[in-house]
């Protein structure tokens, strides 16, 4: 769980925290989940072999009693924050990370909503590394809708002002709902929040493993769609302004798929279009029959920061006109 460090006292320390931490496994809602990654949670809560969180505030617990008991009191049936997406039995949300003020249909703040999010996110990724200070951030939350509620499914957040043009900050889809297309509904999501807003996008690096795989996954994916398209020369730029992706994202996935070359008489690189691989991934995307998002159903207004408000974020002074 831990890098290997050179320096004996770090890697006794490490050793000693990985010793104390107990958790093995957690409970969300119906499912029960390995901990993957060792979570920043208080030491009592950390002696216990399994966590138990409420899938709808994220409070945690030690017992099966208490999550039993705090179940039936539990007044959130939804995540704190405005619903701006909803598609069949998928819903998702906006909640502002600075936002903290409890209400009679929402008595829990956002700001501990959010911290708690991040610590069950640190249990299935090993890079993440932001707890407490989510006031900078926005969190977009997946749900599966029913009669009893909004199930939790996965997240992605972002900043609300990010000079590198960053689309996601963080990501995670549960265990107990990846392999359903989930993640990639989620990154699709993100561009799509990017293309109303009318700019290019890219992850937040570095990427965990299985992040990279999916992202490169879907840069695939839509870049091979818009391929399809195509009927005459197209450029890195046009595609970019289309699909929302970044020049250099474009060109590395050209570049692994082999579709890109340096011409050697002019010295230009052009796009290599192979139309069969093109079909042969449409037919094995078309046979995993993933769940699409449909950008109509979308109600959602880019988040705006005031001058005071950005110059907090970024560290700089406002000046005043007289």
């Known amino acids: 769980m831990f890098q290997p460090d050179t320096d004996s006292t770090n890697r006794t320390s490490a050793l000693s925290a990985t010793e104390l931490f107990k958790i093995k496994d957690v409970r969300i809602g119906d499912y029960t989940m390995k901990a993957w990654f060792v979570a920043p949670y208080p030491e009592e809560y950390t002696q216990q072999p399994q966590l138990y969180i409420c899938e709808f505030c994220f409070k945690y617990m030690a017992s099966d009693y208490i999550a039993g008991r705090h179940k039936l009191?539990?007044?959130m049936k939804h995540p704190p924050g405005d619903e701006i997406y909803r598609e069949g039995?998928?819903?998702?949300f906006e909640v502002d990370?600075?936002?903290?003020?409890?209400t009679d249909d929402v008595p829990y703040h956002?700001?501990?909503y959010c911290q708690n999010l991040c610590l069950i996110a640190k249990m299935f990724l090993d890079?993440?590394?932001?707890?407490?200070?989510?006031e900078p951030f926005l969190f977009y939350i997946m749900t599966e809708v029913d009669e009893d509620g909004c199930h939790f499914v996965g997240y992605f957040s972002k900043e609300k002002c990010s000079a590198m043009n960053y689309n996601v900050s963080c990501i995670l889809t549960l265990p107990c709902y990846q392999r359903k297309g989930y993640g990639q509904y989620l990154i699709d999501f993100s561009y799509l929040l990017t293309k109303r807003e009318g700019k290019t996008g890219t992850p937040e690096r570095p990427l965990s493993d299985l992040g990279l795989l999916s992202y490169r996954s879907y840069w695939r994916s839509v870049l091979f769609r818009e391929l399809r398209k195509v009927d005459e020369a197209t450029s890195v730029e046009e595609l970019s302004a289309r699909t929302s992706l970044t020049p250099d994202d474009i060109i590395a996935c050209l570049q692994l798929n082999d579709m890109l070359f340096k011409d050697k008489i002019t010295g230009r690189y052009q796009i290599d279009i192979h139309d069969q691989t093109l079909?042969?991934?449409?037919?094995k995307m078309a046979q995993k029959n993933y769940i699409q998002i449909v950008p109509e159903k979308l109600t959602w207004t880019p988040f705006v920061l005031s001058k005071e408000r950005l110059a907090s974020i970024t560290g700089e002074a406002t000046h005043q006109v007289k």
């Not at 039995?89 to 998702?92: H, R």
């Not at 990370?97 to 409890?102: P, Q, S």
């Open 73 to 75: 009191k539990c007044a």
């Open 89 to 92: 039995a998928i819903s998702i």
């Open 97 to 102: 990370g600075r936002k903290n003020k409890a």
């Open 110 to 112: 956002n700001q501990m």
């Open 127 to 134: 890079h993440k590394t932001l707890y407490y200070d989510v």
């Open 279 to 283: 079909e042969e991934h449409a037919k």
